[in-house]
């Protein structure tokens, strides 16, 4: 059975060059089980209504699911695939086969799909042709919008570009900024650290010119301490000297005054 439901549906419209033949516009509404196609040449018009049962039978001679039939077929017929052969032969009675080929699994295939004549070509012509002014109306219009929107984008773009240089200067005025700010207290605390540096090592040696002012001075002390001492050695040295010299002269005079008596 064919669903009706057209929710589901897509479309696809494939101008279908072959060599010899004028060109061909291949109409496609696919579902999820079934596909309807209708071919013209501006003149002339084909249908091929590819029922649900013909679509499983067809997915059945292939060993692949229906989906995947589908899926394939509207890959061939949606666009003119390169390296495919196409052709659009009489198939008797007024009719047509269309048939394309494609490689499985490096095998060369081809699938064929009879068409009959439409009892009203015009009509098929037109809707063909109304389809494709619907598309082009929907490309322009698609064409529109993705236009405004890159114009939109490209602005922005350059509103986010003229930001992000406003900001790299500013980044780069505020850290040069910050840079020289950070010299200067770098070369204060330098100044600072000289300074100190200066008065500590001034601070040294005066400390050692004390100290060795200090040394001198025991040093002095030291040595008149000891020449004094011996200094006085000397004199108690002469005194004792004297002193015995003096006693034996008293004893012999008096030893002589004894005598005389």
């Known amino acids: 059975m064919e669903s009706s439901s057209t929710t589901t549906a897509r479309h696809t419209c494939l101008k279908l060059e072959i060599p010899s033949t ?3 516009f291949v109409k496609g ?8 196609l209708s071919v013209t040449d501006g003149l002339r018009a084909w249908l091929c209504n590819a ?13 692949q699911p229906v989906a995947e039939y589908i899926e394939l077929a509207e890959r061939y017929l949606g666009f003119q695939q390169p390296g ?13 086969r ?16 009879k068409f009959q004549p439409s009892y009203d070509s015009r009509k098929i012509t037109a809707g063909i042709l109304d389809f494709l002014m619907d598309a082009n109306i929907n490309l322009s219009e698609e064409v529109v919008r993705k236009t405004q929107s890159f114009e939109k984008l490209k602005l922005e773009a350059e509103k986010c570009l003229e930001q992000s240089e406003r900001f790299t200067n500013e980044k780069m005025e505020f850290e040069s900024e910050i840079y020289a700010k950070f010299l200067g207290v770098l ?11 200066d008065q500590l090592s001034k601070q040294e ?9 200090e040394e001198s001075t025991d040093k002095t002390e030291s040595y008149h301490s000891g020449s004094n001492a011996e200094e006085s050695e000397e004199e108690a040295e002469k005194n004792i000297t004297s002193s015995s010299k003096d006693i034996p002269a008293g004893r012999d005079r008096g030893r002589k005054r004894a005598t005389r008596k």
Do not use: C
């Not at 049962?53 to 059945?60: F, H, T």
């Open 84 to 96: 495919t052969v196409y052709r659009f032969v009489d198939a008797g009675d007024d009719h047509k």
């Open 29 to 36: 509404t696919w579902f999820d089980t079934h596909f309807h």
């Open 205 to 213: 040696i005066a400390g050692k010119a004390s100290v060795d002012e």
């Open 22 to 24: 004028d060109p061909l």
């Open 98 to 113: 269309l048939s394309w080929t494609f490689e499985r699994e490096g095998t060369k295939l081809e699938w064929r799909w």
């Open 187 to 197: 070369n204060s605390k330098k100044a600072k650290l000289r300074e100190l540096r």
């Open 51 to 63: 029922t649900e049962e013909e679509v499983q039978e067809r997915a059945a001679q292939w060993d």
